[in-house]
């Protein structure tokens, strides 16, 4: 079987005993080991900062044209990335597309970033400001790259996009980066690393494919970790690095929701738009989308019809093998998800009806059959506003007071909400706002543009705070800040402007 390595001090190593066993999710077949037992994360994080100082050396269009080689090299691999994610992941060729593509557009967003910024290595926080009695004495703040190294810990659902779309922020704001994928569905990842390796310079990117052992425990104030996983895990991430100073980003679980207003019509656009945005949310990865719709609240007397048009759709999905070309959803990841999936369905199912359930003909893999509920009441209901179920399932309710509803989910990366009404809509996002990082409004008039409210744009912010984690990623330029230490300059205006130009 494939050993796969991890890439540490430049050099592809292989760990030793015990291994752990990638699977193909859609018949349980093994398709590579991997194992990080031996390898030295202390020295892997020293070689991270020996390096960093030449990063923050480059001008940010510098480091751009590294993440475009990295880009334009992985776009030259597109067909067999596409076709790891499908064995290791489930993908359908949709869901792996989904992945890869994002992967490379996002590097190559913040390549463009990149050229874009120039000469510069550091970027202004605001106008300088005048201090003193005559503009000579002024005062900048300033985002500087910090002095170490950025570890990248990724979830199991997007191994590309998730190790792409951290990597470019890190690199670009001038971070060396030690990047880990969740072993499960780390074949993709793994060759995106390979790809990366020959073309990043010296230093810049390590890869550890498997356990990070006790690489958290070398990292110090100047350090950051950007972790997306399970609040679980995200606890213990905060006590162990709280301890040692390190910089922590969480992305979380969230109980996304969809909300429906009491203005849309059947068979209207809006109405048209959110039955497939949801119907998408609930299928595409087999609903292992952290941004995918699992509370659906109608705030009008459509609940029926809404019903209705949801069976539908979700009675079309084909479950499979994604092997085979007919299949439009396939299974999920592992048999641990398998086994979750399975218990947060019965645990959602003690407050609610299930009024659809798919059929599966597989006799291996793991498959689960897209699940439709109905909440019994969803004000009194618990476990749909806490319990991220991390499959092909969504919980359906009426809603007089949505806002109220969506809220009682603790903090979301993304809220849906569709309507044709000013009014509605203006009162329904500011009700919600301060518990998402993203609100996404479906309305007749973006009908035909967008892609729903599950694809992450390297433009705006994805995370989210509460139960999400709390945590920011991307926004363009924001997605730097992470990566950089913000700083107040004060003293000679000219002086301030020679060290820290405005512009390139
Ligand atoms: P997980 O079990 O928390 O694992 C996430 C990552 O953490 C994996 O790489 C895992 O490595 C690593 N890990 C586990 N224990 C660790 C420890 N003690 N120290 C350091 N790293 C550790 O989560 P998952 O099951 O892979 O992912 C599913 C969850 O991720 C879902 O809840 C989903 O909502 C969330 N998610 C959130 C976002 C977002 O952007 N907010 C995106 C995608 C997924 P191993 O695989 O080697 O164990």
Request: charge should be neutral.
């Given at each position: ?250 992305e979380a679980d969230s109980l996304n929701a969809a909300v429906l207003g009491p203005d ?10 959110f039955?497939?945005d ?12 952290c941004t995918a719709i699992r509370r659906i609240f109608?705030a ?85 506003h ?13 809603a007089s007071d949505a806002a109220g509803l969506v809220r009682r989910g603790g903090g979301g990366l993304v809220c849906s909400v569709y309507s044709d009404d000013r009014d509605f809509l203006r009162k329904c996002v500011l009700d919600v706002a301060p518990y998402h990082g993203r609100i996404y409004i479906g309305s007749?008039k973006v009908?035909?543009?967008t892609?729903g409210p599950g694809t992450v744009l390297?433009q705006l912010l994805h995370g989210g705070p509460g139960h999400a984690g709390g945590g920011e990623e991307l926004g363009s330029?924001r ?26």
């Open positions: 079987m494939n050993t796969l390595k991890s890439f540490v001090q430049d050099q592809w190593v292989e760990g030793r005993e015990p291994f752990a066993t990638l699977v193909n999710p859609s018949t349980e077949e093994p398709l590579a080991r991997t194992s990080t037992n031996g390898i030295d994360m202390g020295a892997a994080v020293d070689h991270a900062r020996a390096h960093g100082a030449s990063l923050r050396e480059m001008t940010f269009a510098q480091r751009g044209e590294l993440l475009k080689a990295w880009s334009k090299a992985l776009h030259e691999k597109r067909d067999e990335l596409l076709g790891l994610a499908m064995q290791n992941g489930g993908n359908t060729r949709g869901d792996a597309k989904f992945d890869v593509d994002g992967a490379i557009a996002t590097l190559a967003h913040y390549a463009e970033l990149g050229a874009q910024l120039g000469s510069l290595k550091a970027l202004r926080d605001g106008e300088a400001v005048q201090l003193g009695r005559t503009a000579r004495y002024a005062g900048l703040h300033l985002w500087v790259p910090r002095d170490g190294v950025a570890v990248h810990i990724n979830a199991f659902n997007f191994p590309a996009w998730g190790t792409a779309e951290k990597a470019a922020c890190a690199l670009l704001a001038g971070m060396p980066v030690v990047s880990k994928p969740a072993t499960s569905t780390a074949l993709v990842a793994f060759r995106l690393a390979e790809i990366g390796a020959g073309v990043l310079p010296r230093g810049t990117f390590q890869f550890l494919c498997g356990s990070p052992g006790e690489l958290l425990d070398r990292l110090g104030p100047q350090d950051v970790v950007a972790f997306t996983g399970s609040s679980q895990t995200a606890a213990r991430l905060r006590e162990q690095l709280g301890r040692r100073g390190a910089r922590l980003n969480v849309v019509e059947p068979g209207s656009a809006t109405w048209d738009l039955v497939a949801v119907v998408r949310d609930m299928t595409q990865k087999a609903g292992q989308k109608v009008g007397d459509r609940l029926p019809a809404v019903q209705e048009a949801l069976v539908d759709r979700l009675s079309q999905v084909r479950v499979g093998d994604t092997a085979r070309a007919e299949t439009t959803m396939g299974p999920v990841s592992t048999a641990d998800q398998l086994r979750d999936v399975r218990a947060g369905i019965d645990k959602l199912a003690s407050e609610s009806q299930r009024v659809f359930e798919g059929k599966i003909s597989e006799s291996k893999g793991y498959f689960v059959p897209p699940t439709l509920l109905l909440a019994r009441d969803a004000a009194a209901a618990k476990v749909m806490k319990d991220e179920v991390f499959g092909p399932v969504a919980t359906l309710a009426a007749e009908a035909g543009q892609l390297p330029l997605g730097l800040q992470l990566y950089s230490q913000r700083v107040a300059l004060q003293g000679d205006r000219a002086l301030l402007d020679a060290i820290a130009p405005e512009k390139s």
